[in-house]
């Protein structure tokens, strides 16, 4: 969660609101969950590091990954709970004595249900398998800001695994897209959790994008094993998406 202050002539129309919080769901159906159980019945609860009273008004910019346009609500703090120093933990109530408020509230929530394109982009999850903590998190942001940098609404949402047992289990229990494998790991190496990625009818098309520093031995293992393409490390992050445009794009596993 982030925030802003407010514009001045924002405070001149809401002389209570004292700032902007931005609250970031994982997925839609985090936020649609929030709706059904919170926000549909006139509130929510959230953590913020900023310091808010009973009775400050606020806006909450709501969005989650693929939303193309974030959805605003203004709402009063109506309690606040300590969470140590830093933390708050607060109870916002929504303004909805303007009826047609809900009203367009409750058909942009259906239009999110049905996947409405013009409100959703296409999200794609990929899998980083990196040891190396500062080359998983490059990866990580570089995708993230993606859609500001280009306008392109494809929205990358990013888990990280530190070795290919931990991928395997992550493989297991989330929709992943694509993945990106170091080969050199420990406890199971890149070329071990491709081959098996590989021999499982659940993954046996999905997208592998194989880096390393190994320079020709490590490619001709990792291609071997079932990756469908190899990048040198150090590599560009723009090397990185081209590939993956490749890849998501084409129905067959083209082979590099």
Same mark, same amino acid.
């Given at each position: ?14 002389? #209570?609101? =004292? ?11 985090? +936020? ?5 159980? $919170?926000?549909? #019945? ?7 590091? =900023? ?12 969005? +989650? ?15 606040? &709970? ?5 933390? !708050? ?35 794609? =999850? ?5 040891? $190396? ?6 990866? &990580? ?12 609404? @494809? ?14 289990? &992550? ?26 990625? #590989? ?13 390393? *520093? ?5 490619? !001709?293992? *990792?291609?071997? *094993?079932? *990756?469908?393409? +190899?990048?040198?490390?150090? +590599? &560009? ?5 081209? @590939? ?6 084409? $129905?067959? #596993?083209?082979?590099?």
């Amino acid at each position: 969660m982030s925030d802003e202050t407010p514009s001045g002539e924002e405070r001149r129309v809401h002389p #209570r609101t =004292r700032l902007t919080l931005k609250v970031d769901y994982p997925s839609v159906e985090g +936020f649609l969950q929030d709706y059904t159980i $919170n926000i549909s #019945r006139g509130g929510t609860m959230l953590r913020t590091h =900023r310091h808010l009273q009973m009775g400050d008004w606020v806006e909450l910019v709501l969005s +989650f990954p693929g939303l193309l346009e974030p959805i605003s609500l203004k709402g009063e703090v109506r309690w606040v &709970r300590l969470e140590g120093i830093e933390e !708050q933990t607060v109870g916002v109530a929504f303004d909805f004595t303007d009826p047609t408020v809900r009203e367009q509230l409750e058909v942009v929530v259906q239009a999110l249900r049905d996947g409405d394109p013009s409100l959703i982009g296409p999200t794609v =999850r990929i899998l980083v398998v990196e040891d $190396n903590p500062y080359v998983a998190r490059l990866i &990580r942001d570089g995708l993230t800001g993606y859609h500001q940098r280009t306008g392109d609404h @494809t929205t990358f949402t990013t888990e990280h695994a530190a070795d290919g047992k931990e991928a395997l289990s &992550r493989l297991i229990d989330s929709d992943v897209d694509l993945l990106i494998v170091d080969i050199y790991l420990p406890v199971m190496d890149g070329v071990s959790l491709i081959t098996t990625v #590989r021999k499982d009818p659940r993954w046996q098309t999905l997208p592998i994008i194989a880096v390393s *520093a190994g320079a020709q031995e490590a490619k !001709q293992m *990792a291609l071997k *094993a079932g *990756a469908d393409f +190899f990048l040198d490390k150090p +590599f &560009r992050l723009s090397d990185v998406l081209d @590939t993956m445009r490749r890849l998501l794009s084409s $129905n067959a #596993r083209p082979k590099q």
